[in-house]
C-alpha cells in the first residue's frame, strides 16, 4: 500500500490524493488489472472504499481508493463541493492516472463504488469505455435520492424547493458570506428519521468510522446540480459492460439498484442480496462486508484478471 498524490486532468487545478494497494508478490515489471474504488458522499478513502480497496488487492489486483475532488486529501475550494458531474469525471481522472503507471494494464480496468459512489461509477461507464467491468455495493444514484427522497416516496415535482435552495446558496456564497452546508448524513442522532439512517449519523459522527477528513456534509450550491443529475443516464444504450450489483435486503435504498438493473444494457449482469442487511451494514459489517467481497471478487476475476496471463494470482 502506498499514498499518492496526481494532478486531476479535468482541473489541472486539483491535486489528487489516493491509496494504492498492490497484491501479495507485487512485481513491477509486469502488468496486473486494476479496480478504482470509489467513497459515498461525504466518505473518504479511509472509510469504506478503503476497506474494500484493500480487500479486492488480496485476490490479485492493483487497487486504488481515492479522496474525490473538493474532498479528503484532495484539493479543491470550495470544500465539500458535491457536484455529480465532477466526481464522475472524478472516476476517469483516476482511469487517466492509472494508464501512466506500467504495472497497469489498461485494456482491463474495473471499477466500483459504495452508495453514491456507486452510482457515480455507473455513470463512469457509460461514458468510458476503459472501464471494463462494474461492481456497486448499497448503490445510490444521487440525484434520484435528492429528488425521490430515500424510500421513493416524493415526486420529482415536490423537489424543486430543493433546487430554489441551492440556487439561493449560490448567491449568498457570491456575497462572500460563509459558504452554505446541508448534511449528506444526519449531522445528529435526533436527526435520523429511521434506524438505518440513525447509523448513517453513527458512522460519520462516532469511533465507528468518522475520520477528520469526513464532516459528513456538502456544501449546499451543489443541489442546483445534485437535483437533476441521473447517475444511470442513456445507461439502456451504453451500459454494456458486466456488472455485478451488490446490496442489502432490507436497505431502504435497494430501489435504486434494482432500477439499475432494470436499465443497464449489459446482457452480464447480476444482483446478490445480501440478507438482512441494510445499507450501513454494508459499508463496515464484518460479516456483510465479507460477503460482498466473496461475490466482487470472483466478478471482476472472471471479467478482467482471469484473462491475463501476465497477472500474479491470488490463491
Request: aromatic residues 8%.
Given at each position: 500500500?502506498?499514498?499518492v498524490?496526481f494532478t486531476?486532468?479535468?482541473?489541472t487545478n486539483?491535486t489528487?490524493?489516493?491509496?494504492?494497494?498492490?497484491p501479495?508478490?507485487?512485481d513491477?515489471?509486469?502488468?496486473y488489472?486494476a479496480i478504482?474504488?470509489s467513497?459515498p458522499?461525504?466518505?473518504?478513502k479511509?472509510?469504506?472504499a478503503?476497506t474494500?480497496?484493500r480487500?479486492?488487492?488480496?485476490h490479485?489486483?492493483?487497487?486504488i481508493a481515492?479522496d474525490?475532488?473538493y474532498?479528503g486529501?484532495s484539493?479543491?475550494?470550495?470544500?465539500?463541493?458535491?457536484n455529480p458531474?465532477?466526481r464522475t469525471?472524478d472516476?476517469?481522472?483516476?482511469i487517466?492516472y492509472?494508464?501512466?503507471?506500467?504495472?497497469?494494464?489498461?485494456?482491463r480496468?474495473?471499477?466500483?463504488?459504495?452508495?453514491?459512489g456507486?452510482?457515480?461509477?455507473?455513470?463512469a461507464?457509460?461514458n468510458?469505455r476503459?472501464?471494463k467491468a462494474?461492481g456497486?455495493v448499497?448503490l445510490?444514484n444521487i440525484?434520484?435520492?435528492f429528488r425521490?427522497?430515500w424510500?421513493?416516496?416524493?415526486?420529482?415535482?415536490?423537489?424543486?424547493?430543493y433546487?430554489?435552495?441551492?440556487?439561493?446558496a449560490?448567491?449568498s456564497?457570491?456575497?462572500g458570506n460563509a459558504?452554505?452546508t446541508?448534511?449528506?448524513a444526519?449531522?445528529?442522532?435526533a436527526?435520523a428519521?429511521?434506524?438505518?439512517?440513525?447509523?448513517?449519523w453513527?458512522?460519520?459522527h462516532?469511533?465507528?468510522?468518522?475520520y477528520p477528513t469526513?464532516p459528513?456534509f456538502a456544501?449546499?450550491?451543489?443541489?442546483t446540480q445534485?437535483i437533476?443529475?441521473d447517475a444511470f443516464?442513456?445507461?439502456?444504450?451504453?451500459l454494456?459492460?458486466?456488472?455485478?450489483?451488490?446490496?442489502?435486503?432490507?436497505?431502504?435504498s435497494?430501489?435504486?439498484?434494482?432500477?439499475?438493473?432494470?436499465?443497464a444494457?449489459?446482457?452480464d449482469?447480476?444482483?446478490h442480496?445480501?440478507?438482512g442487511?441494510?445499507h450501513m451494514d454494508?459499508y463496515?459489517?464484518?460479516a456483510e462486508v465479507a460477503e460482498?467481497?466473496?461475490v466482487?471478487?470472483?466478478?471482476?476475476?472472471?471479467?478482467?484478471?482471469?484473462?491475463?496471463?501476465?497477472?500474479v494470482a491470488?490463491?
Amino acid at each position: 500500500m502506498t499514498k499518492v498524490t496526481f494532478t486531476n486532468s479535468n482541473n489541472t487545478n486539483i491535486t489528487m490524493a489516493a491509496v494504492v494497494n498492490f497484491p501479495e508478490g507485487f512485481d513491477q515489471t509486469k502488468q496486473y488489472p486494476a479496480i478504482v474504488v470509489s467513497h459515498p458522499g461525504g466518505g473518504v478513502k479511509e472509510q469504506t472504499a478503503g476497506t474494500y480497496a484493500r480487500k479486492l488487492a488480496e485476490h490479485g489486483f492493483i487497487t486504488i481508493a481515492y479522496d474525490a475532488s473538493y474532498q479528503g486529501e484532495s484539493s479543491g475550494e470550495p470544500r465539500q463541493l458535491e457536484n455529480p458531474h465532477i466526481r464522475t469525471e472524478d472516476v476517469s481522472a483516476v482511469i487517466d492516472y492509472l494508464t501512466t503507471l506500467p504495472y497497469v494494464d489498461v485494456d482491463r480496468i474495473g471499477a466500483m463504488g459504495i452508495c453514491a459512489g456507486a452510482g457515480y461509477t455507473a455513470n463512469a461507464a457509460i461514458n468510458d469505455r476503459r472501464i471494463k467491468a462494474v461492481g456497486t455495493v448499497s448503490l445510490v444514484n444521487i440525484g434520484q435520492m435528492f429528488r425521490n427522497g430515500w424510500e421513493n416516496n416524493v415526486k420529482d415535482a415536490d423537489a424543486l424547493p430543493y433546487i430554489q435552495g441551492g440556487t439561493d446558496a449560490r448567491s449568498s456564497d457570491a456575497a462572500g458570506n460563509a459558504v452554505a452546508t446541508m448534511p449528506l448524513a444526519p449531522l445528529n442522532e435526533a436527526d435520523a428519521p429511521n434506524e438505518e439512517l440513525r447509523q448513517a449519523w453513527e458512522y460519520y459522527h462516532t469511533p465507528r468510522a468518522q475520520y477528520p477528513t469526513a464532516p459528513g456534509f456538502a456544501t449546499a450550491r451543489s443541489l442546483t446540480q445534485i437535483i437533476t443529475y441521473d447517475a444511470f443516464f442513456k445507461a439502456e444504450a451504453f451500459l454494456t459492460q458486466p456488472l455485478q450489483v451488490v446490496v442489502g435486503s432490507v436497505a431502504g435504498s435497494k430501489w435504486m439498484s434494482d432500477d439499475l438493473m432494470a436499465r443497464a444494457a449489459s446482457t452480464d449482469k447480476n444482483m446478490h442480496i445480501v440478507e438482512g442487511a441494510n445499507h450501513m451494514d454494508m459499508y463496515d459489517g464484518e460479516a456483510e462486508v465479507a460477503e460482498a467481497v466473496s461475490v466482487l471478487a470472483p466478478f471482476f476475476t472472471r471479467t478482467i484478471l482471469a484473462t491475463n496471463a501476465d497477472v500474479v494470482a491470488a490463491e
